[in-house]
């Protein structure tokens, strides 16, 4: 996995590249959006990211420029600017996620995994959450390598959790990513299936947690960094 | 409106200015007018009494020397029936001799011997204690003979007079006293009419809200007024600026320190991942706690240069969901609730709740409550957000079972850079601060009361209904 990080901050930068290569990744950076255009108009890579205000060629440029070569790059925004016309400038340039600065790195590293696995998406993949694995290809969980026994629906609702793991999921979001291959889903039967994922998991520590009026959130492993 | 002192109007002192000079006009003609009166009506009923003196010298009458008066009893009453009460006569001979009348009737004062006989005399007396006028008339008894002449005095009370001057007087005073009163009406009423662009200019100005600094309208202002107005938009005007490049400062200080912060806080996190647990783990980690806090400060910084009057970053004020964002806010803040074990959650409006608002400013303050109330809520405490619709009004609120804040301070927090004492937490005081100007900037009130069963605390912000 190769990733570019365009950062004129050297400090920022440093950080950024010796974060990403201690999780495995293969990390380029460049100091300004000239140099940026210049790497990756010759090479490729499966992230790209990007600050905005960069000397010589700012990031909107850099980006557009990436765009209009054709590349799908997931291309990650990085920046001190946080308004709104900012943010909605950058995606429509092509970006594909926004982080304003200063941000949390657990937060930067959990969305480049999420964007390099979306980057890669198209055959199956397999999603983990401490001692628990979705097959998300073959429809199948693991605890503990053991097989669970679990019905459709049930996974459907455990791969959407996983997805988002640690982050709220509410009831219509779920009702709405089980809609397309099954007949209407009521809040009431998402909070059976919920239910009986619970009574399942919980034995090997996987909590999925009830938030309050807003939807469920599958608690992060206790042992995991993210 | 408070006031302290009573403030002097233009109206009263025109008032006073214009009423003083009158009223002390008025008294003078009073005085004048009772004068002239007086002299009129002495004229005429002098005129009347000399009439009626005459009427009695036509009847004396000389006969064998001796000089009587000859008027019959119904002429007698005639005389003295008059409308202005009796009449009093005294006939007296040439040797001083009675002849008829009143007896008690004093001479007149002035008998010299040169009175001629023609001589008609006016004078004021007194006559059984009551104050008389009265006339001295000399009818000679045979013209050219030399033997004198009758006097005929005949008299009157003045009480009659009096009275008739007072009501000619009354029937002058009372209209120019009532000229006066209606100059006086007329005055406020003009000066009221006069004055209104300033009442209009000041309804103006106390309506607007502090953020709004754009130029007073001058069209509909009398030309006095327009330098006021020009002047004080003049000062809208720099002051405008003034905050505005203030505001620009802020923001691009805060936005300048974002990225060295960044740097700051990455490095300390990578540190702190790699360094074995002891002394240097643990500066690390105080390390990581100042840069939170620096990241926090810098962040609600520009959140504040964003909400203030004046800031012109291009926000648009358009319908929002207030219970969908407050949804949203609620589930983005839920990971940081839980690693401080708070149970966060939200209740209320499961469907739309409209509000106008500029949906980046109420974002932040919805942060700002929520930050708030997860940084001051001990560990396994509860947090709640509600939106609840009344019937014009939206409020959100959001309540904690934290310590609470004690009575005393509750205004202040709205302060900037106060912090509660003794809470032991690493806020930086600009939370509320920015809560409130954002809320005013929403024509949104809020209100801090203590929680459910006086625990905790509940912050409630409430906005107009968009319809």
């Known amino acids: 996995m190769r990733i570019l990080i365009v950062e004129d901050d050297p400090v920022l930068s440093d950080g950024l590249v010796r974060s990403l290569k201690s999780a495995d ?23 790209v990211i990007l600050d905005l205000g960069l000397p010589r060629l700012d990031g909107y440029e850099v980006l557009r420029r990436l765009r209009r070569r054709g590349s799908k790059t997931p291309v990650l925004i990085l920046t001190a600017l946080d308004s709104l016309e900012d943010r909605v400038k950058g995606l429509d340039l092509g970006a594909d996620d926004y982080l304003t600065k200063p941000f949390d790195l657990p937060e930067l590293e959990a969305r480049v995994r999420a964007l390099i696995r979306r980057g890669q998406s198209g055959g199956g993949s397999l999603l983990s959450h401490g001692a628990l694995t979705l097959d998300t290809a073959g429809r199948r969980a693991l605890l503990a390598g053991e097989p669970l026994e679990l019905s459709a629906r049930e996974i459907g609702v455990l791969e959407v ?19 397309g291959w099954d007949e209407e889903v009521s809040a009431n039967a998402i909070e059976v299936y919920v239910h009986r994922l619970r009574r399942k998991l919980e034995p ?3 909590t999925i947690r009830t938030i309050r009026g807003l939807g469920y959130l599958l608690e992060k492993p206790a042992h995991a960094q993210d | 409106m408070p006031r302290t002192r009573r403030a ?17 006009l008025w008294s003078v003609s009073t005085v004048i007018d009772y004068d002239i009166a007086k002299r009129f009506v002495n004229l005429a ?14 009847q004396v009458k000389v006969l064998n020397d001796r000089v009587y008066l000859d008027l019959p009893e119904p002429a007698l009453q005639i005389l003295q ?10 006939v007296t001979g040439p040797d001083h001799d009675y002849v008829s009348g009143e007896p008690d009737l004093q001479h007149p004062p002035d008998e010299s011997p040169e009175t001629t ?10 006559f059984r204690g009551l104050v008389i006028r009265a006339v001295a008339l000399r009818v000679p008894v045979q013209p050219g003979s030399g033997r004198g002449a009758v006097l005929i005095q005949v008299a009157e009370r003045v009480t009659v007079r009096d009275e008739f001057a007072r009501q000619i007087l009354l029937r002058m005073a009372l209209p120019q006293g009532t000229l006066i009163l209606l100059a006086g009406l007329a005055v406020w009423y003009g000066v009221g009419r006069g004055l209104a ?10 309506s607007r809200s502090h953020r709004d600094l754009s130029a007073l309208s001058e069209e509909q202002a009398p030309r006095e007024v327009r330098p006021l107005i020009h002047a004080m938009n003049d000062l809208l005007s720099r002051l405008a600026t003034a905050i505005a490049t203030q505001q620009r400062f802020i923001a691009d200080a805060a936005h300048q320190l974002r990225t060295p912060i960044a740097g700051l806080k990455t490095q300390t996190e990578l540190a702190l991942r790699q360094s074995p647990p002891g002394g240097a783990h643990e500066a690390l980690r105080q390390l990581q706690t100042a840069t939170e806090q620096s990241a926090r400060l810098v962040n609600q910084l520009l959140s504040l240069a964003r909400a203030e009057p004046g800031a012109k970053l291009g926000h648009a004020v358009e319908r929002l969901d207030l219970a969908r964002l407050a949804r949203d806010a609620t589930t983005d803040w839920v990971p940081r609730a839980l690693a401080r074990r708070i149970d966060l959650g939200y209740d209320g409006e499961e469907g739309t709740a409209w509000i106008e608002g500029d949906p980046f400013l109420v974002r932040d303050l919805l942060g700002n409550l929520l930050d708030n109330a997860i940084r001051y809520t001990q560990q396994g405490g509860q947090v709640t957000v509600r939106v609840v619709i009344e019937r014009d009004a939206v409020r959100l609120s959001v309540e904690d079972n934290g310590p609470g804040i004690p009575e005393p301070e509750r205004e202040r927090v709205f302060e900037r850079f106060y912090r509660v004492l003794g809470t032991g937490t690493e806020g930086c005081g600009l939370g509320l601060a920015i809560v409130r100007e954002i809320a005013s900037s929403h024509r949104a009130e809020v209100a801090l009361e203590p929680g459910a069963g006086g625990r905790g605390t509940v912050v409630r912000v409430t906005f107009p209904r968009a319809g």
Do not use: C
Not at chain 1, 161 to 179: I, P, T, W
């Open chain 1, 204 to 206: 090997a520590g996987v």
């Open chain 2, 8 to 24: 002097t109007t233009l109206r009263r002192q025109l008032i006073a200015w214009l009423a003083g000079p009158l009223f002390i």
């Open chain 2, 117 to 126: 006989a023609d001589r008609v005399q006016y004078y004021d007396d007194e």
């Open chain 1, 161 to 179: 959790l996983m997805l988002r793991s640690g982050r709220v999921v509410n009831k219509d979001q779920l009702a709405g990513e089980l809609y």
């Open chain 1, 25 to 47: 990744y293969a990390v380029d950076s460049a100091i300004d959006g000239s140099e940026a255009d210049h790497i990756l108009s010759a090479g490729s890579y499966d992230l």
């Open chain 2, 45 to 58: 009923y002098d005129r009347a009494l000399l009439d009626a003196a005459l009427d009695v010298g036509r």
């Open chain 2, 197 to 206: 662009p300033l009442s209009t200019l000041r309804g103006e100005i106390e």
């Open chain 2, 81 to 90: 029936t008059r409308d202005s009460g009796q009449l009093i006569y005294l």
